[in-house]
């Protein structure tokens, strides 16, 4: 299993992909009418892609998925540059902490982390966060999702990469209830020898949302009811 992409909801994906590309300093991959992705490079080999997709009317509510970036020494100077390109100063009732709040220009909220040891070798991207009712259960959910494993960190439970590289997916008690479809949502794909993960993701408590025999992916939701999708298998 391998996490793949970061799918968000937009109203106007070229200027939304615009700005990330600019933020993340990504490779730009497709543009059509209605999509733009791009692609954020990790160690060895490995990325992530940002698929931004025309949705009419994206859910209002707070997404409990967003991704954080990485200030560290340079925090104050990276909020600068992304307050230059469109980001703007956000209010989630998040009171005096170390990271700062934007959002981005169609509302997505994200944090520019300040420096932490957990974050050492993350890149541009520190992590993912998702929100939920038991982090600890979700984490373990997770892990079979994308074949990452438990790390100490600095949130409620915390996973990465074996390599030990690249970002943290981070586990938080969600702030709220979950109002309508999540903004931004992952997608995982298995590969060749991965044909029992999906029976193993129901028994962790999956659901299947959707499955369209002419799309190459299904829809499911994690435990805490935070959409997400898996991808055909890769060979």
């Given at each position: 299993?391998?996490?793949e992409?970061?799918?968000?909801?937009?109203?106007?994906?070229?200027?939304?992909a615009?700005?990330?590309?600019?933020?993340?300093?990504?490779?730009?991959?497709?543009?059509?009418?209605?999509?733009?992705?791009?692609?954020?490079?990790?160690?060895?080999?490995?990325?992530?892609?940002?698929?931004?997709?025309?949705?009419?009317?994206?859910?209002?509510?707070?997404?409990?998925?967003?991704?954080?970036?990485?200030?560290?020494?340079r925090?104050?100077?990276?909020?600068?540059h992304l307050?230059?390109?469109?980001?703007?100063?956000?209010?989630?009732?998040?009171?005096?902490?170390?990271?700062?709040?934007?959002?981005?220009?169609?509302?997505?909220?994200?944090?520019?982390?300040?420096?932490?040891?957990?974050?050492?070798?993350?890149?541009?991207?520190t992590?993912?966060?998702?929100?939920?009712?038991?982090?600890?259960?979700?984490?373990?959910?997770?892990?079979?999702?994308?074949g990452?494993?438990?790390?100490?960190?600095?949130?409620?439970?915390?996973?990465?990469?074996?390599?030990?590289?690249?970002?943290?997916?981070?586990?938080?008690?969600?702030?709220?209830?979950?109002?309508?479809?999540?903004?931004?949502?992952?997608d995982?794909?298995?590969?060749?020898?991965?044909?029992?993960?999906?029976?193993?993701?129901?028994?962790?408590?999956a659901?299947l949302?959707?499955?369209?025999?002419?799309?190459?992916?299904?829809?499911?939701?994690?435990?805490?009811g935070?959409?997400?999708?898996?991808?055909?298998?890769?060979a």
């Open positions: 299993m391998r996490l992409n970061l799918n968000v909801d937009s109203l106007d994906p070229h200027r939304l615009a700005f990330w590309t600019a933020a993340l300093g990504a490779e730009p991959l497709t543009e059509d009418d209605d999509l733009a992705e791009i692609r954020v490079n990790l160690p060895e080999g490995r990325f992530l892609d940002l698929c931004f997709e025309q949705v009419p009317d994206p859910s209002p509510g707070k997404s409990r998925v967003h991704p954080d970036l990485t200030g560290g020494q925090q104050e100077e990276i909020v600068e307050l230059g390109m469109g980001a703007t100063a956000a209010d989630i009732g998040q009171g005096n902490v170390p990271w700062v709040v934007l959002a981005d220009p169609e509302g997505n909220s994200f944090c520019v982390m300040d420096k932490r040891e957990a974050y050492r070798g993350t890149g541009v991207l992590s993912l966060i998702l929100e939920g009712d038991d982090p600890s259960r979700d984490a373990d959910f997770w892990a079979v999702a994308t990452w494993e438990r790390v100490q960190g600095v949130a409620e439970a915390s996973l990465r990469h074996p390599s030990g590289t690249g970002p943290l997916l981070e586990f938080l008690t969600e702030s709220g209830f979950k109002r309508g479809k999540n903004r931004m949502h992952l995982v794909r298995p590969g060749p020898d991965d044909g029992a993960v999906t029976s193993r993701l129901r028994d962790l408590g659901q949302l959707t499955d369209n025999p002419d799309w190459p992916w299904s829809t499911w939701s994690d435990p805490s935070n959409e997400f999708c898996i991808l055909a298998p890769y």
